[in-house]
């Protein structure tokens, strides 16, 4: 399974799987890290919420890693459970952070059925 720590270690790999440069990555994770934490709390605090707060499923991978899913999806135009296969996780969590990314970028039109 890759790691924050062995993305670091091999930048090849995250040039060769997520198609940006390594510096580049790991400042798009740093300023998706400060804009997290306040979309989160933003998303909690809608007026249409309908469930709990700390309702539903938590990821169980850290945002770093799901980044690289999403990119490596993106860029390699290959099967979801190829991905995982790849990355060493499960698919699920590949659909999981697609569908995360898109309704962060497209949160005003995304609704959860």
């Given at each position: 399974?890759?790691?924050?720590?062995?993305?670091r270690?091999?930048?090849?790999?995250?040039?060769?799987?997520?198609g940006?440069?390594?510096?580049?990555?790991?400042?798009?994770?740093?300023?998706?890290?400060?804009?997290f934490?306040?979309?989160?709390?933003?998303?909690?605090?809608?007026?249409?919420?309908?469930?709990?707060?700390?309702?539903?499923?938590?990821?169980?991978?850290?945002?770093?890693?799901?980044?690289?899913?999403?990119?490596?999806?993106?860029?390699?135009?290959?099967?979801?459970?190829?991905?995982?296969?790849?990355?060493?996780?499960?698919?699920?969590?590949?659909?999981?952070?697609?569908?995360?990314?898109?309704?962060?970028?497209?949160?005003?039109?995304?609704?959860?059925p």
């Amino acid at each position: 399974m890759f790691t924050q720590q062995s993305l670091r270690d091999h930048p090849s790999l995250v040039k060769a799987f997520l198609g940006i440069e390594p510096d580049q990555v790991w400042e798009l994770i740093e300023h998706m890290t400060e804009q997290f934490a306040t979309y989160t709390h933003q998303r909690h605090q809608r007026a249409e919420r309908q469930r709990a707060v700390g309702a539903g499923r938590s990821h169980d991978l850290p945002l770093s890693i799901r980044t690289a899913l999403v990119l490596t999806y993106l860029r390699l135009h290959i099967p979801q459970a190829t991905v995982a296969a790849l990355l060493w996780v499960r698919p699920r969590a590949i659909s999981r952070a697609i569908y995360a990314a898109c309704c962060r970028s497209f949160s005003s039109n995304c609704r959860v059925p």
